[in-house]
């Protein structure tokens, strides 16, 4: 008996929070292809990515790149009913009628069986399934093989993993690089000695007021100093409880130097993936760094002279 048949459509439509470029890259992974067959999958109407899949297999196809970030949907194959005219079925030679004994194997699903007209397991009429094979120019042996870059996924669908972490200056979760921790340090600096000078305007017409906003602004450099701390940590794959080192005598030197010198993990690690490169403002906010000793030589040159 023949089964219902379906095939998965992709109108180009993208489930919404995916970028095209994120989802072209899971979908590489996916089917373990090229990224240039995938690139064409994009941007031509409908696309019939797999077709004759039962129920259950086109659902899980749906659902493996619904979590790739590509809107697809199942819909039924034309209905494949037998028509006993001459039209469909012309009488074989009498010198090419197979004997019963005879064995033969499904050009679809491989299954053995008599020689028959169709398939007793999957359903299909075995000429008119070769003979649109011809037309369509591939064999069986081609349509099953594994290179077949729509060929459907040999291990359990995961969820995909987004390229990029998303990036947030006040938290604890995600992962930043040497570059973008300098350089949001050297924002927070900055951000710091503005908040203190207008502190310390306010400590001129209120002492206590004055107080009161240091420690305040204290205290809010410490927290962010820390959720920087931690995510520079988790881009090397350490825990972010490791900031209480810096308390340690001599551990607490090292460590600092260690966060800025030693790089991130290059891939996906317990904290999520990797940051997005680096804009020309990481760069040029990092680079700021290299003005401090500069500025602190001078300071000391001009400061007793100017005493």
């Given amino acids: 008996m023949s089964t219902d048949q379906f095939r998965i459509v992709f109108d180009g439509e993208l489930v919404p929070g995916f970028s095209p470029d994120t989802a072209k890259s899971n979908l590489t992974r996916l089917f373990k292809s090229d990224a240039d067959k995938v690139e064409r999958l994009f941007g031509r109407g409908s696309v019939h990515i797999k077709r004759d899949l039962s129920a259950p297999e086109a659902d899980r196809y749906v659902q493996a790149l619904q979590r790739a970030g590509i809107q697809a949907r199942k819909e039924p194959e034309a209905a494949k009913g037998l028509t006993l005219t001459i039209a469909d079925y012309a009488p074989a030679p009498s010198s090419e009628v197979p004997i019963a004994s005879e064995k033969m194997d499904c050009p679809k699903c491989g299954h053995t069986q008599p020689a028959a007209i169709e398939c007793h397991s999957c359903g299909i009429v075995i000429q008119k399934y070769l003979a649109r094979q011809a037309q369509l120019g591939e064999t069986p042996a081609q349509r099953n093989s594994a290179a077949h870059p729509y060929a459907p996924p040999r291990a359990e669908v995961g969820t995909p993993t987004a390229e990029y972490g998303e990036l947030k200056v006040f938290t604890t979760q995600g992962r930043i690089g040497r570059l973008r921790y300098l350089a949001w340090t050297m924002a927070l600096t900055v951000a710091a000695l503005g908040l203190l000078l207008v502190a310390g305007m306010m400590s001129a017409a209120s002492v206590v007021l004055g107080v009161i906003l240091t420690g305040v ?91």
């Fill in 217 to 307: 602004f204290g205290i809010g450099f410490l927290l962010v100093s820390i959720q920087i701390g931690v995510q520079r940590l988790h881009d090397l794959g350490w825990s972010g409880w490791l900031m209480l080192l810096y308390l340690v005598p001599i551990i607490g030197t090292v460590l600092p130097l260690v966060v800025l010198l030693m790089p991130g993990n290059p891939g996906v690690n317990r904290f999520g993936p990797p940051q997005p490169p680096n804009s020309r403002a990481v760069k040029i906010l990092a680079a700021l760094w290299l003005l401090v000793p500069v500025i602190g030589i001078l300071t000391a040159i001009v400061l007793p002279t100017y005493q």
